[in-house]
């Protein structure tokens, strides 16, 4: 499976869209991005996922970049209750690879 | 539909013993994956199983082992028990033979393990 690099922490205003970037620069032709997030003390919850073309959920949307070297995972309008940390994970037909991930945090 | 649900929620046991958790998929998915989430990581895989066999494991020792029942309910035992093994233990179900192309995995609550 291919590595991913997220930001330890990044800060978001309410309401304000946040974008979360993920680099993956050895992901393979046919390996998909998937985005989850953990609210504390909750399961990961799935976002959203994607291969090639950007995509879009009542949830967030999640930008690729043409050479799929990285992406970016939007969340148009944050709120509070989006606190959680994200993770963004790279497969084909496997079981989930979490890393550390990104530990967002929404500021009133 | 209830989702994945899993049982007990919170769990105390003794070094050396033996423990067994449960886990009842989301309605219509046929596949169990387990996960060990240890305090500020990421989960992290330990098994899954489709169609009452493990197919796939990650880096875990024999002391875990799973079962699959013929209604898709998935059971983790781990056995002689260490302090190391204190942490969420988290179940997840997935639809189609439990490959992730093209689909979600659905997760549960967790069962907090704890080991004195």
């Known amino acids: 499976d291919a590595k991913t690099t997220q930001p330890t922490s990044m800060d978001c205003a309410e309401g304000r869209a946040a974008n979360l970037p993920c680099n993956h620069s050895?992901?393979?032709?046919?390996?998909?991005v998937y985005w989850y997030r953990q609210i504390h003390s909750q399961g990961p919850q799935y976002i959203i996922h994607g291969l090639k073309n950007n995509e879009t959920n009542e949830m967030a949307s999640l930008i690729i970049t043409e050479d799929r070297k990285s992406s970016t995972l939007i969340l148009p309008h944050a709120t509070l209750r989006d606190t959680a940390v994200y993770y963004c994970?790279?497969?084909?037909?496997?079981?989930?690879?979490f890393g550390k991930g990104t530990r967002l945090s929404v500021i009133a | 539909d209830a989702g994945v649900t899993q049982s007990p929620t919170h769990l105390i046991k003794t070094r050396g013993q033996q423990v067994t958790l449960r886990c009842s998929p989301k309605s219509g998915h046929d596949t169990v994956s387990w996960y060990q989430q240890a305090l500020g990581q990421g989960p992290q895989f330990i098994f899954q199983y489709y169609e009452e066999e493990e197919r796939q494991r990650g880096n875990f020792p024999d002391r875990f082992s799973g079962h699959q029942f013929p209604n898709y309910s998935s059971e983790l035992n781990v056995n002689a028990l260490l302090l190391g093994d204190s942490a969420l233990y988290l179940c997840?179900?997935?639809?189609?033979?439990?490959?992730?192309?093209?689909?979600?995995?659905?997760f549960g609550q967790g069962t907090r393990l704890t080991v004195v």
């Open positions: 997840a179900s997935s639809p189609s033979g439990g490959g992730t192309l093209n689909t979600e995995a659905f």
């Open positions: 994970i790279v497969i084909r037909n496997t079981p989930l690879v």
């Open positions: 050895t992901i393979s032709g046919n390996e998909y």
